[in-house]
């Protein structure tokens, strides 16, 4: 056996070593890197205080026994280097010893990366809960601000138009008064469901306030407001089963586009004007604002046109 075999087997298992703490490194910036979102500062503190002393904890544990390898390493290779020779018997001794120490500092690998998937898991349903709405599964208001605020910054900086939806379910309180508060909630899920499937290719969808929802779209305004048509038209054909008992809905719509010079509230206030709009003529129906008029995107029957005066926007 050729003299620096025992020197060449430990730079080889050194090198292993490093490239798995390398390795582990990466893993942790990759994956709190990926699982970081616009809402990572709504994970609550104390919850990620206790999981920052969780790491710590296991990885010194995990760094003493990397250390602990390296001494034995260390140890080995100056006893292979104070001798001109070594037998045979000493050199196979020597490779199950660091054979075994790998196999333990394998487990330990094993561990940290079970550890680590752990608390990966945990901060995403951290992160999960602080952008959802409880009820429906959507984004909250507070996560889609912050989407909204994105996307203005875009525009902003790369001239990408967006739009706003807002969505509103008609005579909701009556639903709650006339069916209960456990179909309101039956009614707020399956608006949320049909939103999902019908708004796909939408930037977000959230539970905006109430029985109101929030859209963004990329698309310009007259293509968002043939969207929110659609979406109208489908839920109109609903008919929700609670307790023996049917209950139909409608929606009524509105949608406006960034413009420039613009600032988001404006944007808000145009979509919330069209959204109005469409309460007042009656319901069922959705209106476009185009930057200085609110037009109507719903084809409507003459009969069908209610006259604004004292009409109930709920």
């Known amino acids: ?180 508060h456990l179909a309101g909630d039956a009614v707020l899920q399956h608006i949320s469901d049909t939103l999902q499937t019908e708004l796909d290719d939408t930037v977000c969808i959230a539970r905006y306030g109430g029985e109101e929802f929030a859209v963004l779209s990329t698309a310009r305004v007259g293509d968002a407001a043939a969207v929110l048509e659609r979406l109208r038209d489908e839920v109109s054909k609903i008919e929700i089963v609670h307790e023996d008992r049917v209950i139909r809905l409608t929606l009524s719509a509105g949608v406006a586009e960034i413009q420039a010079e613009d600032r988001i509230a404006n944007l808000v206030s145009r979509a919330d004007e069209a959204l109005y709009s469409a309460k007042l003529g009656g319901r069922n129906r959705v209106y476009l604002h185009d930057g200085t008029l609110c037009h109507l995107v719903t084809r409507v029957e003459p009969g069908d046109q209610v006259a604004a005066d004292g009409a109930d926007t709920s």
């Open 1 to 180: 056996m050729p003299q620096n075999t025992p020197i060449f087997f430990l730079f080889l298992l050194g090198l292993a070593v490093g490239t798995g703490l390398l390795v582990v490194g990466l893993l942790l910036g990759y994956w709190f890197g990926r699982r970081a979102s616009p809402a990572g500062d709504l994970v609550n503190r104390s919850q990620f205080l206790q999981m920052l002393k969780d790491l710590s904890s296991w990885t010194s544990e995990f760094s003493g026994d990397v250390s602990k390898y390296q001494s034995q390493l260390t140890s080995l290779s100056r006893e292979a280097e104070s001798k001109s020779a070594l037998p045979k018997e000493r050199v196979l001794a020597w490779i199950s010893e660091v054979m075994e120490t790998n196999k333990r500092l394998q487990e330990r690998l094993d561990h940290a990366e079970e550890k680590l998937q752990q608390q990966t898991d945990q901060i995403s349903s951290y992160l999960t809960e602080a952008r959802t709405d409880g009820l429906t599964g959507l984004l909250n208001r507070r996560a889609f601000d912050k989407a909204t605020r994105e996307l203005f910054a875009s525009w902003q900086g790369t001239g990408q138009v967006f739009a706003l939806g807002l969505v509103d379910i008609d005579h909701f309180k009556q639903i709650n008064d006339t069916y209960g």
